[in-house]
């Protein structure tokens, strides 16, 4: 076990320092790799020897748990990326998970909203919040991610400093550490404005007390500094309870997809999209030319007067 915590570790470090893997990446890959550390040390086997019959007798024996199909695609991609990384570093003279196809992943339309259901979210933000300054708060949050389709983490963390100046395109540092400009929405900088002269109220009043001002555009007093991706979880279902709707069917990453999918449905390039949401690979981004899709075949099995013949 001991062996196998040293190759996971060094695999991950590897990993973080060479791909660029974002932190939420690395946790993953290293709780799928304690997991199938776990299972090798119970059956006695060691990572140096194994062969392919015994990863495929894991995948069975998660099968066998119930797990979902795209959690044991996940955990072999996992397993994979460490022992692609092993047999590159000479640790093992052969790859053993090379010719594994896998359990694969369900096919799967991003959930999206209506362009009236982010309207209706987008005045409910305005009404949510304990205090004025919550609600400036909750508005320039909902008006930045339905402008730019920033994943959670890349909207809580914004520094202050990128967004100074009212400016009409922001530097965003994303997924692998790859930065990327984004433009900004006139509803979107009047909300910035808006949230900034709060913003440098509160400052204010913490030099007055002889403290640090904060540093991200959202703060917050746990140890990150800035809002959290759960706490601005929790505001948003909040704020969908007050918006009228269900609060199952709403968040961060749903307003990414309705960002993208409402772009397409007005005209805009693939490939600007792509740039947009920082997507590394144009395959990841044609999901929504089939959200589309469906889209519109709704529409004519709801409206056309033939379809019900």
């Known amino acids: 076990m001991q062996e196998s915590a040293r190759w996971i ?4 470090q590897a990993a973080a320092a060479e791909a660029g893997a974002a932190r939420n990446t690395q946790l993953a890959y290293g709780r799928d790799l304690r997991d199938f550390a776990g299972w090798c040390d119970r059956n006695g086997l060691d990572f140096a020897t194994l062969g392919q019959d015994r990863i495929e007798a894991y995948l069975l024996d998660l099968d066998a748990q119930g797990l979902a ?10 397993v994979r990326q460490m022992f692609r990384f092993a047999y590159a570093e000479g640790w093992r003279d052969s790859d053993p998970a090379a010719r594994i196809a896998g359990p694969g992943k369900a096919a799967k339309l991003p959930q999206t909203l209506s362009p009236a259901d ?36 890349e909207l809580v963390s914004l520094p202050v400093n990128a967004v100074r100046g ?26 910035l404005t808006a949230w ?3 913003w440098d109220r509160q400052a204010s009043a913490l030099r007055s007390a002889r403290k ?15 809002l959290s991706r759960v706490g601005f979880f929790l505001a948003l279902k909040e704020m969908a309870m007050t918006a ?20 397409l449905e007005g005209g805009a390039d693939l490939r600007a999209i792509q740039t947009l949401l920082g997507h590394a690979d144009i395959g990841t981004t044609e999901i929504y030319t089939h959200v589309l899709e469906e889209r519109l075949k709704a529409l004519v099995l709801d409206h056309h007067p033939l379809s019900g013949t």
């Not at 309207?119 to 930045?144: F, I, Q, S, V, Y």
């Open 196 to 198: 900034l002269a709060e």
């Open 118 to 153: 982010v309207t209706a979210l987008l005045d409910a933000a305005r009404r949510t919040g304990r205090t004025k300054a919550e609600r400036l708060r909750n508005t320039c949050l909902m008006e930045l991610l339905y402008a730019t389709g920033l994943r959670v983490t």
């Open 166 to 191: 009212d400016p009409r395109m922001i530097l965003v540092n994303g997924k692998g550490n790859k930065d990327r400009m984004v433009p900004l929405s006139q509803p979107a900088r009047t909300a």
């Open 244 to 263: 009228g709707l269900d609060p199952t069917r709403v968040s961060p990453h749903v307003l990414r997809h309705a960002f993208a999918t409402h772009l």
């Open 212 to 226: 640090p001002e904060p540093k991200a555009l959202f703060p917050s007093r746990g140890k990150a500094g800035h």
């Open 69 to 78: 199909r795209a959690t044991r695609a996940r955990r072999l991609a996992s």
């Open 9 to 12: 570790s060094t695999f991950l």
